[in-house]
């Protein structure tokens, strides 16, 4: 449902005493400019204390008071891991649990539950068996997500971006491993588990918001299960993997049996594209609109992807996902 959580709150200037009880939890610097005193302030949680909120404040000329940031993985807080998915009670003992941090750190009222957000992650997990974690992400490296360019990493993230969102498809468990203290439990859980996390940052927040209906880019309109499900859905889609992802033989199969006046260039579109790559369609001079009408009209179909294996891969549906410990365990 929801991971990482970024809010903040624009806090009346600090009293003396507020900013001594400031200087004791922060390490605060400052400098000064024609415009005037730039100050900041970070505290970071002993690691001996497990995930809590990372704090920032901020204080410039052109404000009139403080910025307080918080910024925390809200899995990892609630439950100590982000393997799982929380549920929609669990993600509000997190924010209760944000609000209480940062006030007692801040030393004054902060209530994540109001506090607009700068970055969301939104995210789902399905267990669909390690040995389907690479074909999928091959798969998904394929995939053209409207006006975000692609990254992957290795055969482990297929990764899409612009300067606002984020998408990442990849196997849980070679995240796991990544840290040399990661629990038992997690590295257990975590095997055959393919994540996918959408990252939104302010400006796409924005537009999420007119989407939603919503008023506001607080965590009670935008970090709830509705939100949640709506940008899962919609990433699935744009990714190709709201489908069966069908084998390259059974796709060409699948195709040769559809009766529809454009089956004959959606089926050279596949072939060309195997044996050329995905720019194959500027050895046969088409234009960009045409290319996309296309692509549009396999990923409708569910044939723009193909797993490399003989098989077609599982299909994500909510059987598979991952939500709770006790569901996953």
Request: hydrophobic fraction near 35%; glycine fraction near 6%; charge should be positive.
């Amino acid at each position: 449902m929801i991971d990482t959580l970024t809010c903040s709150h624009m806090l009346p200037k600090p009293s003396d005493t507020e900013l001594e009880h400031l200087r004791e939890h922060f390490q605060i610097t400052s400098y000064t400019n024609a415009a005037g005193t730039f100050i900041k302030g970070t505290h970071n949680p002993p690691r001996d204390h497990g995930t809590l909120p990372r704090l920032t404040i901020t204080a410039a000329p052109y404000h009139e008071g403080l910025r307080a940031t918080a910024e925390v993985s809200l899995p990892k807080l609630v439950n100590g891991t982000n393997v799982t998915e929380l549920t929609a009670a669990e993600v509000q003992d997190g924010l209760e649990m944000v609000t209480d941090y940062a006030s007692k750190t801040l030393g004054r009222e902060f209530d994540a539950n109001t506090a607009p957000v700068s970055r969301v992650d939104y995210c789902a997990a399905w267990q669909v068996g390690e040995q389907n974690i690479k074909p999928f992400i091959e798969a998904a490296s394929h995939a053209r997500p409207s006006r975000m360019t692609a990254v992957t990493h290795g055969d482990t993230t297929a990764g899409f971006h612009n300067n606002s969102r984020e998408i990442v498809l990849y196997s849980k468990h070679a995240d796991v491993m990544r840290f040399k203290d990661a629990s038992t439990s997690d590295k257990e859980l975590s095997r055959g588990v393919l994540r996918l996390e959408h990252r939104y940052r302010t400006k796409a927040i924005n537009a999420l918001m007119k989407k939603l209906g919503v008023a506001d880019r607080t965590p009670r309109s935008i970090v709830t299960p509705q939100a949640s499900e709506y940008v899962i859905g919609h990433t699935m889609k744009a990714l190709g993997i709201d489908n069966t992802i069908t084998s390259r033989d059974e796709r060409l199969e699948t195709l040769r049996r559809v009766k529809d006046k454009d089956a004959a260039t959606m089926y050279g579109a596949l072939v060309y594209r195997e044996q050329y790559g995905d720019d194959f369609w500027k050895l046969l001079d088409w234009s960009r609109a045409k290319f996309y009408r296309v692509r549009r009209d396999l990923q409708d179909a569910g044939l723009w992807l193909s797993s490399a294996t003989p098989r077609s891969l599982p299909e994500l549906r909510p059987a598979l996902r991952l939500v709770t410990r006790e569901k996953a365990a």
